[in-house]
């Protein structure tokens, strides 16, 4: 069974940046598509960036574009965030997710899910 443990997460200020990192279990990273998602207090989870088994494509959120940036280490088995100039409207407890299909940008394949690292941006 697959286990995803997200870290990074944090307090930052507005206009900061913080760095999640997606650590994976067992041999078949590469085969899946990786994303985050983000749920903040009284809302659904929502989409926020996917990327593809080589990494060559990557799939954001409007509210997220320039700014996020996915990444994916295949030999280190681990997906990245990278998130600058964040606004309060980001607070939310972040997760990776994997999805076995070629689909990244779909946000109804990911099937597998970590238990989530809190970020919190003060304004």
């Known amino acids: 069974q697959v286990q995803l443990i997200e870290s990074g997460g944090g307090l930052v200020q507005a206009g900061g940046s913080l760095r999640l990192s997606c650590k994976a279990s067992g041999r078949a990273f590469s085969t899946y598509a990786m994303g985050w998602f983000r749920q903040a207090p009284g809302k659904e989870r929502e989409f926020v960036a996917g990327i593809t088994q080589s990494g060559t494509s990557t799939y954001y959120a409007d509210s997220v574009k320039g700014r996020f940036t996915i990444s994916r280490d295949n030999a280190e088995n681990t997906v990245y965030l990278q998130m600058n100039s964040l606004k309060a409207e980001d607070t939310a407890l972040y997760y990776c997710?994997?999805?076995?299909?070629?689909?990244?940008?779909?946000?109804?394949?990911?099937?597998?899910w970590g238990q989530g690292t809190q970020v919190t941006v003060s304004s």
């Open positions: 997710a994997r999805n076995p299909t070629n689909y990244a940008f779909s946000p109804g394949m990911y099937n597998a």
